[in-house]
């Protein structure tokens, strides 16, 4: 399928990824973005014309949707490296889910930064690919499902400021896009639509709202599933919404092999979605979401990036891509569940063809 947008796509990241973020143990304990990144260049598909490096949101930005307490609670227990027991009662700070590290209030900003750069750029005509963020269980007053600020929402309201009156929230990821949904609950220019696995954390997403249309699956969900509900759902809905932008968080645990899903998705499939979201549009932002292996949330956001830039797919890595994919690790995923050609191709129907 091709990119029907006019100006080159862009990719916009920071170095931040590179360096380790969650503690050992958390299912975000693993490497995603700085692979994905380091992939597209030794593929040779990132340089100086592609590649945006963004700057962190500052307090005045992040309080446009965050609590002002909230962002300063952030702020506060990442330069200590602990949270008390008032911060994690009162916006889930230092919990198990939501831990407290050095650096998590640059980290989280950062991704904030990112998707308000990437929606400009959208405004300005490019395919904006933002794989940081996808951060969309972020509450106004608390952290939520891993996520401290709600990155999705910054896109979207940087669009609203534009001058756009529609735009559409696409979330492919496992899990419901709750909090970008109640976020813009109230805001007919805002249409959230999500495909998610039902029954699956947080619960939510199980009818339609005045603005949102959810389409919960089950576990097990197929290739072909996912082409039947892109085209008789999804896909109309967007039609009928005719939006002048999209935002997509396309999360990576959907695919067979995720710890966190049950959904059985190729990576092939996921492309296929995005690329017709994209393509139901004038402008696009594309942004990452969950994912909990590593090996095929970096394939997959790798292959996207490909994708969104009709680049051709080698059928097998070179051996410095294969290196990085070598050296990840991820406790929650067992040496008998790993899939050699994980190492060595993109694509999962390359994949399979190794078997």
């Given at each position: 399928m091709t990119v029907s947008l006019g100006k080159q796509?862009?990719?916009?990241?920071?170095?931040?990824?590179?360096?380790?973020?969650?503690?050992?143990?958390?299912?975000?304990?693993?490497?995603?973005?700085?692979?994905?990144?380091?992939?597209?260049?030794?593929?040779?598909?990132?340089?100086?014309?592609?590649?945006?490096e963004s700057a962190m949101a500052d307090e005045a930005l992040l309080t446009r949707f965050h609590a002002p307490d909230y962002v300063t609670a952030v702020k506060t227990v990442s330069?200590?490296?602990?949270?008390?027991?008032?911060?994690?009662?009162?916006?889930?700070?230092?919990?198990?889910?939501?831990?407290?590290?050095?650096?998590?209030?640059?980290?989280?900003?950062?991704?904030?930064?990112?998707?308000?750069?990437?929606?400009?750029?959208?405004?300005?005509?490019?395919?904006?690919?933002?794989?940081?963020?996808?951060?969309?269980?972020?509450?106004?007053?608390?952290?939520?499902?891993?996520?401290?600020?709600?990155?999705?929402?910054?896109?979207?309201?940087?669009?609203?400021?534009?001058?756009?009156?529609?735009?559409?929230?696409?979330?492919?990821?496992?899990?419901?896009?709750?909090?970008?949904?109640?976020?813009?609950?109230?805001?007919?220019?805002?249409?959230?639509?999500?495909?998610?696995?039902?029954?699956?954390?947080?619960?939510?997403?199980?009818?339609?709202?005045?603005?949102?249309?959810?389409?919960?699956?089950?576990?097990?969900?197929?290739?072909?599933?996912?082409?039947?509900?892109?085209?008789?759902?999804?896909l109309p809905a967007l039609q009928a919404f005719a939006p002048e932008a999209v935002v997509i968080t396309c999360g990576a645990d959907g695919l067979a092999g995720d710890p966190l899903s049950g959904m059985m998705l190729s990576n092939d499939a996921l492309w296929d979605a995005v690329m017709q979201v994209v393509n139901a549009a004038p402008r696009a932002v594309v942004l990452g979401g969950g994912g909990y292996n590593p090996w095929t949330t970096v394939r997959c956001w790798v292959g996207l990036w490909a994708r969104l830039n009709g680049f051709a797919m080698p059928h097998r890595l070179p051996d410095e891509a294969t290196k990085i994919l070598s050296a990840l690790t991820c406790d929650l995923v067992d040496d008998d569940e790993m899939n050699p050609a994980w190492l060595t191709t993109l694509s999962d129907a390359d994949a399979a063809e190794e078997k």
């Open positions: 796509p862009v990719f916009v990241s920071n170095p931040i990824y590179h360096a380790k973020g969650y503690p050992p143990g958390h299912p975000l304990a693993i490497g995603r973005i700085g692979p994905v990144t380091d992939m597209c260049r030794i593929l040779g598909w990132l340089d100086e014309g592609n590649y945006a330069a200590t490296g602990r949270a008390t027991r008032e911060e994690r009662e009162t916006y889930a700070l230092g919990t198990m889910e939501n831990p407290v590290f050095t650096g998590l209030f640059e980290r989280a900003s950062s991704s904030v930064g990112g998707s308000v750069m990437a929606a400009r750029m959208a405004l300005a005509g490019h395919l904006a690919y933002h794989p940081a963020g996808g951060t969309h269980h972020g509450r106004r007053n608390r952290a939520s499902g891993f996520c401290y600020f709600n990155d999705p929402v910054f896109a979207i309201l940087t669009l609203l400021d534009g001058g756009l009156t529609r735009v559409a929230y696409v979330d492919l990821d496992a899990h419901h896009g709750d909090g970008v949904e109640d976020a813009f609950a109230g805001d007919a220019r805002v249409t959230c639509i999500s495909v998610h696995e039902e029954k699956r954390w947080p619960g939510t997403g199980q009818g339609h709202g005045a603005h949102a249309r959810n389409f919960p699956v089950p576990r097990g969900f197929s290739d072909s599933q996912l082409a039947g509900v892109m085209a008789e759902g999804v």
